[in-house]
């Protein structure tokens, strides 16, 4: 997916439980669809806590 973003720019993945650890756990095993958008090389992204029980992660696709 991030392949198709033109250079900056966005992508919005949501339906994440806010994470509250590193590296981040859901149901007790790491999170590795978070884990993916997170460390996407070609993206810049971070998790933003939209509510109490409820985050996103938004990327922005590098320039370079």
């Known amino acids: 997916m991030a392949e198709l ?5 966005t992508v919005v993945v949501d ?3 806010p994470a509250t650890g590193w590296p981040p756990l859901y ?5 590795r669809a ?11 992204s971070a998790e933003l806590r939209l509510a109490a029980d409820l985050s996103a ?4 696709r590098r320039l370079v």
């Open 5 to 9: 973003l033109a250079p900056g720019g």
């Open 27 to 31: 149901e007790g095993v790491v999170d």
């Open 15 to 17: 339906d994440f439980t």
């Open 57 to 60: 992660v938004v990327g922005t």
């Open 34 to 44: 978070r884990l993916h958008w997170l460390g996407h090389p070609a993206l810049r």
